[in-house]
């Protein structure tokens, strides 16, 4: 609490000058994310000014969200750049619904953004993004994508990849290139809504194969693609969305050989790889059958919709360079060039690592509040798999009147056989102070008998 800015330096109203002087300490690692700062009374006379500048300071600083106050006990150097969602159903006041990455000060996202594109407007002018671009990418931005994947897959190449914007995006046009409706479409018994919504827009039967905690089930597998000759088998290998489950180095081989047999096509989902760089992807066993796909969206934001497709070889790229012109155009260039730019420069693989490392605090805060709970989890997920108790169905509804968001099992499920379990997503809240609170209406929730109406 003895932080006293330096602002004599600084140009501007005096307020302006306090909030510049928090952001760049912040910056510096002279302020830290949780530090409490002084009051605003001590701050004023401390720096010899009148109590409403600082009082204005603190406000802007809040609003700009490096600083958030805690009612009773004071004000703190916020843990996160992200901001209170203002558009949420009234009813939430907590939303872990959506399974995003967190945003640690140490990701310096806000700063970073601004760096990267006056990078890019000092080397070849913003405006340049402004019209159409190649669908897919450029060479020098599909090139400078394969260089950074090959350090997880060895035979990424640019004639073999195109930027897509979002793997939705992805997914729906890979289901469209490789099934007609009816066709049918292996993946997981509980399986990722996205797949879902692009099957049954486009007609496409998906069949759920059975799974474990350790993920699909091999022998489980291979029946199916005898019983029901799938056009592609759609997989989250690693992190898998919802459970977490991530396949072992054996089950990896042997579904790349049950693909491989049963001539079929594997669309496997990388969104989660980088958060557990030590599982190699599919691809490596069998490039040649594998449509992989990568997106930024949770490792570093949704919001920037820059994902990689590999595909098998360049002939399938250009098909899928087609169905990509054919629907959305392109990626956004700007977001396309600011995400190379950071490729080129290391700045991604810094901003993953940040949030990497905040997604592992999360988890070990997660195992804390629900010990005595059955869920599943990995280390660097930003999500878990809870088992709800027995004749406890209206637990997901019960949270909702009581303002915290989760997504039941019945989002997930393929068949429509319910495990009785939820998604909670804890990269969503906007901090750690908010995950408490929310993991403790969870965890009330999940002690009270099923007409409890209210949580205290």
Same mark, same amino acid.
């Given at each position: ?322 169905? #990509? ?17 950071? #490729? ?55 949270? #909702? ?56």
């Amino acid at each position: 609490m003895d932080w006293t800015p330096t602002i004599s330096e600084l140009s501007g109203p005096r307020y302006q000058r306090i909030v510049e002087a928090m952001e760049a300490d912040i910056a510096a690692g002279r302020l830290v994310r949780g530090q409490q700062l002084p009051t605003q009374r001590a701050l004023a006379k401390a720096l010899g000014i009148d109590l409403t500048t600082v009082t204005r300071a603190y406000t802007e600083a809040r609003r700009r969200g490096i600083m958030e106050a805690r009612v009773g006990q004071g004000s703190f150097v916020s843990e996160t750049s992200a901001r209170r969602t203002v558009d949420l159903p009234h009813p939430v006041a907590i939303d872990l619904s959506m399974n995003v990455p967190p945003h640690p000060l140490e990701a310096q996202l806000d700063e970073r953004i601004i760096a990267g594109l006056e990078a890019i407007r000092a080397q070849s002018g913003l405006t340049a993004f402004l019209n159409y671009q190649p669908p897919g990418g450029s060479a020098h931005e599909r090139e400078v994508a394969a260089r950074w994947m090959r350090t997880r897959v060895p035979h990424a190449h640019a004639d073999k990849l195109v930027i897509f914007p979002g793997a939705q995006t992805i997914l729906f046009n890979l289901l469209a290139h490789l099934a007609r409706p009816r066709d049918v479409v292996l993946t997981e018994a509980i399986t990722f809504p996205g797949i879902k919504a692009a099957a049954a827009q486009l007609g496409v039967k998906l069949v759920g194969v059975a799974m474990d905690d350790g993920g699909i089930l091999p022998d489980a597998l291979a029946k199916a693609c005898r019983t029901h000759k799938p056009k592609a088998v759609y997989l989250i290998p690693t992190l898998h969305n919802p459970t977490t489950a991530t396949l072992a180095p054996e089950r990896r081989s042997a579904i790349a050989k049950i693909v491989r047999d049963a001539d079929t096509m594997l669309i496997e989902d990388d969104a989660y790889g980088l958060l557990d760089r030590s599982a190699s992807p599919i691809a490596n066993l069998i490039p040649e059958r594998t449509y992989l796909a990568t997106t930024l969206s949770k490792c570093i934001a949704p919001a920037l919709r820059v994902a990689y497709l590999l595909a098998p070889d360049s002939g399938a790229q250009l098909q899928m360079r087609g169905h #990509l012109q054919a629907t959305v155009q392109m990626p956004a260039p700007l977001m396309v060039a600011l995400v190379t730019h950071w #490729l080129e420069t290391g700045v991604a693989d810094r901003i993953i690592t940040a949030i990497r490392n905040e997604a592992v605090g999360r988890q070990q805060l997660a195992q804390r509040a629900l010990k005595g709970f059955q869920f599943q989890a990995k280390p660097t997920a930003h999500h878990l798999w809870l088992h709800l108790p027995e004749g406890r169905p209206d637990v997901a509804a019960h949270l #909702l009147r009581n303002g915290l968001a989760i997504v039941a099992d019945d989002a997930f499920t393929v068949d429509g056989t319910s495990p009785h379990a939820a998604r909670v997503s804890l990269g969503a809240a906007r901090n750690r102070s908010e995950l408490t609170e929310a993991l403790r209406i969870l965890v009330g929730a999940l002690h009270k008998p099923a007409d409890t109406r209210q949580i205290v």
